[in-house]
């Protein structure tokens, strides 16, 4: 599976919140001060308009117990631009952008704990289901804005990218994907 990213989201690894989070998934829910909340069975993300927003929630979930980066990698959460992907060094999941419906295009992340094949290297043949906000749609969302040219992209220190990662192979990046808010990306 993989999840919506949009903005600047923070993609934290799920077994961390069951593990670490104080009431576990269930209170870290509780405390997303907004509607992007989504979730499979490896990552949970949450995304935010602005980076002092997502400063401020790493902060409390900082505060709960995750860890942001050990030794320079991300450890239980990493940040991810829906432009530039991952801004933290992450061995963890993977990015890409893909079509959707007509047109579109979204960005996703998937858990991908092997970093030899994160860019696609061995799966020639991706199918993945995509995960969204409840309440989301293409037509209403930031990815239809930046694609139709609505949307400026701003991301403020300190959250700027301090690595860029490799980008993948076309036919890795450009799957399709079917359906409005759950879909395969072929």
């Known amino acids: 599976m993989a999840v919506l990213i949009e903005a600047i989201s923070l993609v934290i690894r799920r077994e961390a919140i ?66 530039d992907g991952p801004t933290d ?21 998937w858990f991908c704990d092997n970093p030899w094949i994160q860019w696609g290297a061995t799966l020639p043949d991706v199918v993945m289901e995509l995960v969204t906000p409840a309440d989301w749609t293409y037509e209403r969302s930031l990815s239809w804005a930046l694609d139709a040219g609505k949307a400026r992209r701003t991301v403020a220190a300190p959250w700027t990218p301090r690595q860029t990662l490799p980008v993948p192979p076309p036919s890795v990046r450009q799957p399709i994907i079917d359906g409005p808010a759950v879909g395969r990306l072929h």
């Open 18 to 83: 069951d593990r670490t989070y104080p009431g576990g998934l269930e209170r870290f829910a509780g405390e997303v001060p907004n509607a992007t909340l989504c979730a499979d069975d490896a990552l949970v993300r949450v995304g935010f308009l602005t980076a002092s927003e997502a400063a401020e929630f790493a902060e409390l979930i900082e505060a709960r117990g995750l860890v942001h980066l050990r030794a320079g990698e991300a450890a239980d959460f990493c940040r991810v631009d829906q432009v």
């Open 89 to 109: 060094p992450c061995r963890w999941v993977s990015f890409g952008t893909f079509a959707y419906g007509r047109g579109g295009r979204i960005a996703a992340c």
